[in-house]
């Protein structure tokens, strides 16, 4: 009998003590840790850039050597040919208005122009062949005195009339800003084309063709 209440009490006190240690570990335990709340999101706008022009569009607002003066035709061209009455190397006068019925060439030009001396030899080639198609060629020396202008054409054996401009007017007139500009005017006096020096005869030929309709021209 004592055995047994023996066993009895330690079996209680055994459980005693397993209870005592599972509250122990329950109360030291950590706490779960609550999930976290998500942060709420945020939208990031960007400014919105202002379009602006581009260099292309920036630079087409600017002035060109090509440009006409007066926000006309480059050149003229298509437009009816401005006044030109300019005095002729070696006496008179060259008057465009007198030329009328005529195709014409006419280059505004300098001696320091380096083009300008490739370019009067073709020139006196085209006077010299077209003549009977009625071409007339003119060359206008722009600020130079007149014997400069001689002795410059001279030197190429020019066989076309050379022309003085010497304050410059006729060539701001016409847009030769920029020294050499050919101009090829029709018999009606309408300029069909233009181009600043430093062209070729493939180019003049061209030209050519287009004042005198019908004509192949060659060099």
């Known amino acids: 009998m004592r055995g047994f209440l023996a066993i009895l009490a330690g079996f209680v006190l055994g459980v005693v003590a ?32 202002t379009p602006s022009a581009s260099p292309d569009q ?14 006309g035709t480059p050149f003229h061209v298509g437009e009816r040919a401005p006044a030109l009455s300019v005095p002729q190397v070696g006496g008179g006068t060259i008057d465009l208005a007198n030329l009328k019925g005529q195709p014409v060439w006419v280059e505004f030009m300098s001696t320091a122009c380096t083009t300008c001396k490739d370019e009067f030899p073709l020139m006196t080639g085209y006077a010299n062949r077209y003549a009977s198609n009625g071409l007339v060629v003119v ?9 400069t202008a001689d002795t410059f054409a001279d030197g190429l054996g020019a066989t076309f009339p050379v022309a003085l ?11 030769a800003l920029t020294l050499p500009v050919h101009f090829w005017i029709d018999k009606d006096g309408i300029i069909r084309d233009a181009a600043p020096g430093g062209i070729g005869p493939d180019a003049m030929n061209k030209a050519l063709e287009k004042i005198m309709p019908g004509v192949h021209v060659t060099s």
Do not use: H, N, Q, Y
């Not at 920036?58 to 926000?71: C, L, V």
């Not at 401009?165 to 847009?175: P, Q």
């Open 139 to 147: 060359a206008v020396d722009v600020g130079e005195d007149e014997g």
């Open 18 to 49: 397993a209870g005592m240690l599972l509250g122990g570990i329950v109360a030291f335990a950590p706490e779960p840790a609550s999930p976290a709340t998500p942060a709420p999101s945020v939208a990031v706008v960007l400014p919105t850039a």
């Open 165 to 175: 401009d010497a304050d410059g007017s006729a060539a701001k007139r016409w847009g």
């Open 58 to 71: 920036s630079a087409a607002a600017s002035s060109s050597p090509d440009a006409a003066p007066s926000g």
